[in-house]
């Protein structure tokens, strides 16, 4: 899931990324055909992966999100040389599989 924040081309104009009420799951929703390849085809990036001792959950208004008071050293670098190809329910040469909420979930959302 860390790959959908590699670009945030268009927004949630493009893509809505978030967590299902229902069930608890992280969802990447495209807005309009084909958006998740605009947005994400091609980009590239780095993730990566963090001590979490220091993270402190509560800090922002995104309760998926933590921050740390204290500079941390990476443990590891994961290069993306293609977020389109990284996101599992993207990838390369797969049809678009990934979860989206129906229009009605979409408008509490």
């Known amino acids: ?10 927004g949630d104009f ?11 799951k992280l969802f ?3 807005r309009c055909p084909g958006t998740v390849e605009l ?4 980009v590239k990036g780095a ?8 993270f402190l959950k509560g800090r922002t208004g995104w309760k ?12 590891e670098e994961i290069p ?10 993207v990838g390369k040469g797969r049809k ?3 979860p989206a909420l129906s229009g009605k979930d979409r408008e509490h959302s």
Not at 47 to 52: A, R, T
């Open 14 to 24: 493009t893509c809505t990324i978030g967590r299902d009420p229902k069930t608890g």
């Open 39 to 42: 947005r994400y085809r091609g």
């Open 28 to 30: 990447l929703c495209e």
């Open 64 to 75: 998926e999100e933590v921050v740390s008071p204290v500079p941390v050293t990476p443990l």
């Open 96 to 98: 678009t599989s990934y």
């Open 1 to 10: 899931m860390t790959a959908c924040f590699l670009e945030n081309l268009g």
């Open 80 to 89: 993306v040389k293609d977020a389109a190809e990284y996101l599992p329910w």
């Open 47 to 54: 993730i990566y992966v963090l001590p979490g001792e220091t």
